[in-house]
DNA sequence: TGCTGGCACTCGTACGTCATGAGTGCCAGA
DNA sequence: TCTGGCACTCATGACGTACGAGTGCCAGCA
């Protein structure tokens, strides 16, 4: 196990690393923090941490930094969420407040994060499946042709086409929209397949066709990893990097374009807080030089999606911990307003 | 004027230099294309291009790189607009018949885009203001609360919170709903404000407030530049910029999270056709280094909206432009079919 | 047993020198 | 008007050197 002391000098060097992005010594370390001790002991200190594995030498002579297990470490045992200041809060609170629509609350989420946190914001938008029904709606285009749209109570509007196989009558329509709304209005998404079921048997035979393809239609927009969605932003936060940029830069805007990517670098914490991947942790290669903390938010007690940012393992994990939880509590409350 | 024969190798520094990223020289010139002369003679026409400004020299002892008047003469005169290979037309339609709703057409010609021209491309939602309407709907979600939901000819739905002054019933909702629908419906998105004018003197006195209060919101959702919305995609093509890449992707990245910015960048263009901004002739700064290929793309003989990508002036013009104008083509024939 | 000062050693960085060669401008001649 | 020749410029890369931050180890001390 390791002394009070030298976990002392670890956190010490995390956030020397952090401020300064240069390797530490021993002496720089002794004169910035009150350890109470010599260099040298602090050098006794950094060997035994290292041969830990917490820092490393990037080359002999040079100071330590911390490698993804010591940011671990300092993330478990070492620090805290750093809460925002109550200016801060305010701002989040009326930034958040004139959002209009859904698309509105998450673009401005995802803009406050990356402003907060100096990096880029990853914002899901409320799952399909884990939200309720507030409406369904049927619209005739054409006599064979009908617009689907659905929309839940977080907000958001989901619209499909429905080719049918006959023509499908406006009192047949409003039939059909009307025992539908019935029994899915304010029931879960994830509730209903079962609860349409047995619809279609209610109908004429010439409509039941129709119909079918109608349930069919608003089932697909319910399969997992096609309905969610996403945005991101703050990317211009990547040139802060550090002095090696070039080089990581690029897998991570790619690994940011695919949306699939970042459903599962969401999606993966499975915690009901927050979540912290550090490097290697993420399982997504071009991500290995990249911490991403997340958290679940929802208008409610569960959540209902998830929300993060993605920056430098060298990053300020109390202050970006603090600014997510904080940002993601606000849009919950935005979120069971509307 | 400017011989034929220094046109041409001002064509042939363009296509070296956007080949190679290397400032090209007299002798190089020479060896990879036919002019018939000698270097030397080509040392004097460079000089001759250098006066008049279509070329420079990074340092003195190095071979010219285009200026932005040299790609611009190159754009407007000595290029045309390569087309597309016949299996790339067929990979495009193949993917854009894929999408179901209008945030997938968005979303995949974004991708397509980005990686036919390997370059950051923008493409933006078909404007309301040019759209005609579908479709609005009122839903009511408390006595007092109602939620619009327009839906237009290209697909975009765009929805709003209604809080009325009074409570409005069901009897109400379903006559505004279908008076609102009757007036609008297949109308043009500009012309909304005069037909629903006098639309709230036809109804009960208690129910004008509430009917007023829709129509307001209504007129709101159509206000030029909040109505706009677009998409972005392929930002880790900007790693291609060049070895100085780090100075110049900043600002880059920061103009391309402004929508703002987007907006007047693909707005700025007049010309019904194809429009190319060359480095400084782009207003924004953070884009003095690049250059922007955009067109309109509509449903009909009209353009609904602008796509288009953002490079690196040194861009291959012809290709980028037929991939640009190829898409838009396409992009226009799916909504025409949705 | 643990802390400290001292000391030799490592090695990355900065700097100055120098040779190389690509590329130029200019000029005289065809 | 084009061409070959020639002197000149200057960025680049290789090389050697000095510097200094930082280390590991050891002997001495509490």
């Known amino acids: 196990m390791l002394s009070e002391r030298r976990l002392e000098v670890l956190r010490a060097i995390v956030q020397d690393y952090v401020g300064t992005e240069e390797p530490v010594g021993s002496k720089a370390l002794t004169e910035r923090h009150k350890l109470g001790v010599s260099p040298a002991t602090v050098r006794n200190d950094m060997a035994a941490l290292e041969d830990e594995g917490f820092i490393a030498q990037p080359h002999t002579s040079a100071g330590r930094i911390p490698t993804d297990k010591g940011y671990r470490l300092f993330v478990d045992k070492l620090a805290g969420v750093k809460p925002l200041s109550a200016p801060e809060r305010r701002a989040i609170q009326n930034f958040l407040d004139g959002a209009v629509d859904l698309d509105d609350v998450v673009g401005r989420t995802v803009r406050l994060l990356a402003q907060l946190t100096r990096q880029v914001a990853v914002v899901q938008y409320p799952s399909l499946t884990r939200s309720t029904v507030r409406h369904v709606e049927l619209l005739s285009l054409a006599p064979a042709r009908l617009m689907l749209v659905v929309i839940t109570d977080t907000g958001r509007v989901e619209q499909r086409h429905v080719d049918c196989p006959a023509p499908f009558g406006e009192t047949s329509l409003a039939d059909l929209r009307a025992r539908l709304n019935s029994r899915v209005a304010g029931r879960r998404f994830s509730d209903v397949p079962q609860l349409v079921q047995d619809l279609p048997e209610s109908f004429d035979r010439d409509d039941q066709g129709t119909v079918a393809t109608v349930l069919a239609t608003l089932l697909e927009t319910l399969v997992e990893e096609s309905e969610e969605r996403l945005m991101i932003g703050g990317t211009a936060n990547l040139t802060r990097f550090g ?42 290669e071009g991500l290995n030089s990249t911490s991403v903390v997340s958290v679940g938010y929802g208008s409610g007690g569960e959540a209902v999606a998830k929300l993060g940012v993605v920056g430098p393992t060298r990053m300020d994990y109390p202050g970006t911990m603090g600014a997510v939880r904080a940002v993601a509590r606000y849009v919950g409350q935005i979120l069971a307003e509307s």
Not at 244 to 249: A, E, M, N
Not at 260 to 284: C, Q, S, Y
């Open 243 to 284: 002095h090696d940029f070039p080089l990581v830069i690029r897998p991570v805007l790619e690994a940011l374009e695919e949306q699939v990517v970042l459903l599962k670098l969401l999606g993966e914490a499975k915690d009901p807080g927050m979540t912290v991947r550090i490097g290697h942790e993420n399982v997504h």
